[in-house]
Each structure stands twice: as structure tokens, then as C-alpha cells.
């Protein structure tokens, strides 16, 4: 066989492989008036996006075409706010972060994190926050624990296997930020070795929890950014030493402030790099390979409006996106 030949058979091994592994579509519709605050992808490439204005789930598998389906029923297990999502497919559970901030069509219950069946969307527990906190979202470690950020209490919670009650993992008054939500915001582990937090409030830098090889906490470390970033809602772990921001600016002028920033580590030093900047509200999104998904989650067209104002706009069209990530 000449090199020729070896040369055109790998290259079409390669085309076959790389067909049968292929990316999702760069934009993929969401269910309307859906306000999804947080999404989260399963290991077979299914997303799951939670509604923080239906109080619900939605799933969208894998396809050429995939068509959004609602997995967790408007207000199942007491959801709320839909707040952060994480696919622990393990142990077949989808774990959502409950909030009680209004603006929903369901009713409001105090904030907890819920799982439920990460097949049916069946709801399976539910866990109160302690001292009335409020879940924003979550991460989990090797070993399957889940540690949950607070937005009115300067600590991570943390949900240890078979526990039935979440605990304090970290308290400082290092984690608390400045404004009406002194807490946390997003939430990632960086390579199972160290727990990066954001604060609700805009700030000019990140914090950094050890992770113990015991599973405790260690000091809390500033990784202070060149800028004051836009309200970081979540955080995404991508490579070692390695995040993926999204800046919301929720709390900003305007509602195509917030952007999407890959941010490099380096010691105590926080390199920034936009992905894409111009959107409305993103909240979240996830990481799959070098590629970025994301949602905006258009927050302004609910809590700018009053009792007495008019009824907020339905049919609003909601999506996921994507961006590749700078290499």
C-alpha cells in the first residue's frame, strides 16, 4: 500500500469518526417565556436548562434537530426559580438550585436544592437551606460531594453522599461581597483541587477555596482580574488553570451588557479574554470540548415590571447558543 493510499484511508476514517461524533447545532430553540437562569450537559451530550420563571427543566437531546421537551413539570418537588443545574449521571440525578425570588408562575416556596431522576425528571429529595439561605448553584467533586453557593450568607453548603441535610463547608467573612446579596454567586472546580466562588455583586476579582485531599476547606485567596467583571453568575471549569466566565451584568445599566470570558489562572493573577460580549442576561451556559453554550436569560423584560404595570410580554423566544473557545 503506497503512503498515498495510507494517507486518504486515515483521512477518511477520520471524516467518519468526526460524523459520528458531531457538534450540536450552533443554536438551539428553548420553550417560550422560558427565563432560564442555568444549564448543565450530560455525558451523552444532552442539555438540561432550568426556567427560573416556570419553576421547571427542560431537556434537549441529542440531534440534528433536537426539540426542546419539559423534563421537570412547572413546579414539581416544589421548584420555584430554576436557579443552577448539574448532571451527576452517576447516580441517575439532576440536581437544580430552588430559589423564592418571584416572578414566577408557580408558587413560591423557600429556597432549597432539589434532585430529581435525571431520566423521568421524577423529583426524588429535597434539601432546605439552613438559616433561610438562598441556592444559587452548584458543583461536585470526585467523590460525589456537592457544594452549593449562598447568595445571602458568605459560605458554601455542602451535600456529602447519603446525607439528608446540607452543611456548612466554608464560612469567612472573605466571601462576603458588598449590596443586598452580601453571598455567592457561581461555583466551579478547577483539575478536583481547588473551589472557585464569584460574588453576587460586581467585583474585580475571584475567590479561590483549597480543596483539602480530606475533602475540607482551606484559606480563601483573592485572584484579582484586570477590570471589575460584570456580575459573574457562573463559572465554568474548562482546562487546568483554566475558566470560563459569564457575566451577566445583571446588576448593570442597559441589557446587552453582559459578556462571555475564558480566563486564565496564574497564581493570584486573573487573565481575561472575551469569547463574546452584547448579550442580554448570560447567566450560564456549560463547557463541551473547546466549544462554549450559552443562554441569555432577557431578565429585565420580568423584574423591571410592577404589580400595577402591564402584563409582562409573552411569546418571548429563548435559545441556546454557542462560541468556540480561544485556543
Keep these: 500500500m ?7 484511508g486515515a483521512l477518511l476514517a ?80 439532576l440536581w437544580v438550585c430552588s430559589g423564592n425570588s418571584g416572578f414566577t408562575t408557580v408558587p ?33 467533586d470526585a467523590r460525589g460531594n ?12 455542602k451535600l456529602a453522599p447519603g446525607a439528608t441535610a446540607l452543611t456548612i463547608w466554608k464560612e469567612d467573612p472573605a466571601l462576603a461581597g458588598e449590596g443586598p446579596y452580601k453571598g455567592l454567586n457561581g461555583i466551579a472546580i478547577d483539575s478536583g483541587r481547588d473551589v472557585y466562588v464569584s460574588l453576587v455583586a460586581a467585583a474585580s476579582y ?12 482551606g484559606e480563601v485567596t483573592r485572584i484579582e482580574a484586570p477590570r471589575t467583571m460584570k456580575n459573574v453568575d457562573a463559572i465554568r471549569a474548562w482546562k487546568p488553570g ?22 486564565r489562572i496564574d497564581g493570584t493573577k486573573l487573565g481575561l479574554q472575551t469569547v463574546v460580549a452584547g448579550l442580554n442576561d448570560p447567566s450560564s451556559g456549560a463547557v463541551l470540548g473547546d466549544t462554549v453554550y450559552f443562554i441569555e436569560s432577557k431578565y429585565g423584560l420580568l423584574t423591571k415590571h410592577k404589580d400595577s404595570d ?18
Design 14 to 93: 477520520l471524516a467518519t469518526t468526526t460524523a459520528a461524533i458531531a457538534a450540536p447545532p450552533a443554536v438551539q430553540a428553548l420553550p417560550q417565556d422560558w427565563y432560564p437562569e442555568s444549564m448543565a450537559i450530560g455525558p451523552d451530550g444532552t442539555f438540561y436548562v432550568g426556567s427560573w420563571r416556570q419553576g421547571a427543566i427542560a431537556r434537549l437531546k441529542p440531534g440534528a434537530a433536537p426539540k426542546a421537551e419539559v423534563l421537570v413539570k412547572p413546579g414539581a418537588n416544589g421548584l420555584a426559580n430554576g436557579q443552577g443545574v448539574l448532571v451527576d449521571a452517576k447516580h441517575r440525578s
Design 108 to 140: 413560591q416556596t423557600p429556597s432549597a436544592l432539589k434532585r430529581y431522576d435525571l431520566a423521568t425528571g421524577a423529583p426524588r429529595a429535597s434539601y432546605a437551606m439552613p438559616d433561610n439561605g438562598y441556592c444559587n448553584d452548584l458543583a461536585q
Design 146 to 157: 456537592l457544594y452549593v453557593t449562598d447568595s445571602y450568607h458568605p459560605r458554601v453548603l
Design 242 to 263: 483554566r475558566l470560563v466566565l459569564f457575566e451577566s451584568n445583571a446588576f448593570g445599566d442597559g441589557p446587552y451588557g453582559g459578556q462571555i470570558t475564558a480566563a
Design 206 to 217: 475571584l475567590l479561590r477555596i483549597d480543596l483539602g485531599a480530606d475533602g475540607k476547606a
Design 2 to 8: 503506497s503512503r498515498r493510499t495510507r494517507l486518504v
Design 310 to 327: 402591564p402584563p409582562i410580554p409573552s411569546g418571548v423566544p429563548f435559545d441556546i447558543q454557542s462560541r468556540a473557545l480561544p485556543r
